[in-house]
């Protein structure tokens, strides 16, 4: 299994500044991801992160918007960059170990003001 | 990945049993069936999986027909604390090509005393 730590846990921002959403596993994994889930709707992915190498994206993402850093294999972070109310939305991260069942943060519940 | 298609909501009392039932017409050979659980203000959680027949764990069952087109999770005797909304997806490899994980809308089940 896999504990994950998101941080901050909430947070409430004005337009236009960015935030970084701290993701820290207690253990290594070679895939993290990022999933934004807007109010009353499901998960959509946002990008996967590899240690060592850059994000890639998911249709509709981009890295301006959303840069990914992945400094190691049990820590990543997503900035919201330049942020608009449309991007108010639950953050969370994912990760997968050894090919077992998927571990989720409990999300980072953003709103931009 | 193939797609799913589910109930966007079921309503359930307690004590009864509540089955939902998932289709994914195009489904490969080397796709397994994943069942996730999100409670509200939390990241999904794993609650089971299957690639054929009948699966079995302590929070619930999996009943994949011979054709593999449908797929139904089945909660025994639910509880208040079942309310939650329950995702359904499917991909390859053993653990349900779980390393990116595309969800669908899921089912919202609500139960009531």
């Known amino acids: 299994s896999a504990v994950i730590s998101q941080k901050p846990s909430r947070d409430i921002c004005q337009r236009g500044t960015s935030l970084t959403i701290q993701c820290q596993v207690d253990?290594?994994?070679?895939?993290m991801f990022w999933y934004r889930q807007q109010p009353g709707q499901s998960l959509t992915l946002i990008a996967t992160?590899?240690?060592?190498?850059?994000?890639?994206?998911e249709s509709g993402f981009v890295i301006d918007k959303f840069p990914i850093s992945r400094p190691n294999l049990t820590f990543s972070t997503l900035t919201v960059s330049n942020m608009s109310p449309e991007d108010s939305s639950i953050y969370l991260c994912?990760?997968?170990?050894?090919?077992?069942?998927?571990?989720f943060g409990q999300g980072t519940r953003l709103t931009v003001v | 990945l193939a797609k799913t298609t589910q109930p966007i909501s079921m309503d359930s009392y307690e004590g009864q049993e509540v089955n939902i039932t998932c289709s994914h017409n195009n489904i490969a050979t080397n796709d397994y069936i994943t069942w996730y659980q999100q409670f509200p203000s939390q990241g999904p959680r794993f609650i089971i999986q299957g690639y054929k027949t009948k699966v079995t764990n302590e929070v619930a069952s999996l009943f994949i027909p011979a054709d593999r087109k449908s797929s139904t999770l089945s909660l025994p005797r639910v509880s208040l604390s079942d309310t939650a909304v329950y995702y359904c997806?499917?991909?390859?490899?053993?653990?349900?090509?779980?390393?990116?994980?595309?969800f669908g809308a899921g089912t919202r089940l609500a139960v009531h005393p």
């Open positions: 997806l499917v991909g390859d490899g053993m653990w349900g090509g779980y390393n990116k994980l595309i």
């Open positions: 253990s290594q994994v070679t895939m």
């Open positions: 994912s990760v997968d170990v050894m090919n077992t069942e998927a571990f």
């Open positions: 992160a590899n240690q060592g190498s850059e994000a890639t994206y």
